[in-house]
């Protein structure tokens, strides 16, 4: 009997930027000259080559590369990335192929190259469409520059993304405003809203008060909702049809592929987290990953907690036939109360997840589901 599909993205990291901005806890570094690049670039096709040839035909459902900002790679590498596919046998079109890229590295060559390499979907950190707030966040664009850029990537590209983030600094902001100024230049099809946390250096940029936040959330929220756009994540959302393939990836508990310095990945079947540590160097010399097996009880929570984020919420029988045990048998008559008879959460005969109203609320929900999970592997233990 041939073994079931097994659905496998690959996350491609690329760990350079033309410069750091104040809020970014990302690994990356700002490499002199393009000489690294060249290195890196060559080890990462090369990798990727490896790993294709291990995966079993139409595994593959997605290719991302994120950063730092790949659109700082030299043309060589998507051709080299591009050939490396198609000598799998692999064509992009058949794949989600992502490709991050800041605004302000963008051309209309740039674009070109990456249609040319399979691209399909650009996913463009705008974080802004606020010229002081961009320059408070140390962004390199500014509206001019997304004047220029935002049009024709629309033009070019079926599914385009835009990174977004809320919640930054004291300056008062109409995030309405930003997002109906953005759509009218150039709508995209997704959007991923991030709070903003501060990274722990002394001289990152302040978060706005509590209350300032969740106003933005919600103008966001409202904004996205009259652009028949949908939450199918917390943080995303997207036209029906369009949410991300490789984003499901992580929240559906399925396998994905790390390549780079810095990047992880994760076997479910063995429950194996690995990472590759955060050095160009390391990487290029030789690409050795920090393995880990994680608990049971780790595993437990982690698929909880990935899955609730959803708007599908916990499927049932994939966490029943994951763990042996059922998920509504564990929760506690406290957890019940507070949650499923408050409206906060919904229990149906397939799923557990939280309704709008418990979204505002997920890491209290959360918590007390680790804690029933807590409780049943301590009363279950040897
Ligand atoms: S471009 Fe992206 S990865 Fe690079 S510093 Fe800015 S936010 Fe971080």
Known sequence: ?????????????????????????????????????????????????????????????????????????????????????RNAGIEPAALEFTVEANPADLSARSLDLFAATGVNRLSLGVQAADDAVLAAMGRRATRATLKK???????????????????????????????????????????????????????APPIAPEDTAIEEEEAIARFLTTRRFRRYEVSNWAQRG????????????DRYIGIGAGAHGFEPREGIRYRYPDSVAAFIRRPAPVVERLPRETLMREFTM?????????????????????????????????????GFARLSATRLRATNRGL??????????????????????G
């Open 1 to 85: 009997m041939r073994a079931a599909r097994v659905a496998t993205g690959i996350y491609i990291h690329v760990p350079f930027c033309v410069s750091r901005c104040a809020y970014c806890d990302f690994f990356s570094t700002v490499p002199e000259d393009d000489s690294l690049k060249a290195a890196y670039g060559d080890r990462v096709v090369t990798h990727l080559s490896l790993e294709l040839a291990r995966m079993r035909a139409g595994d593959l459902v997605s290719l991302y590369l994120g950063g730092g900002s790949p659109s700082t790679m030299p043309p060589s590498f998507f051709t080299a990335l591009g050939a490396a596919l």
């Open 149 to 203: 850029i935002l049009p024709p990537a629309r033009e070019k590209f079926g599914d385009l993304s835009y990174d977004i983030i809320y919640g930054f600094g004291k300056r008062p902001r109409d995030l309405a405003a930003e997002l109906a100024w953005l759509f009218d230049l150039a709508a995209p099809d997704h959007l991923s809203a991030y709070c903003y946390t501060r990274p722990h250096r002394r001289a």
């Open 242 to 253: 369009l949410e991300s393939v490789h984003n499901r990836l992580y929240w559906s508990w």
């Open 306 to 342: 990935l899955a609730l984020r959803t708007a599908e919420g916990v499927p049932l029988a994939k966490f029943s036939r994951t763990f042996g045990i059922s998920l509504p048998k564990l929760l506690s008559p406290v957890t019940r109360a507070r949650f499923l008879d408050t």
């Open 360 to 381: 505002s609320f997920l890491n209290t929900l959360t918590a007390a589901i680790f804690d029933d999970i807590e409780r049943h592997e301590r009363d279950h233990a």
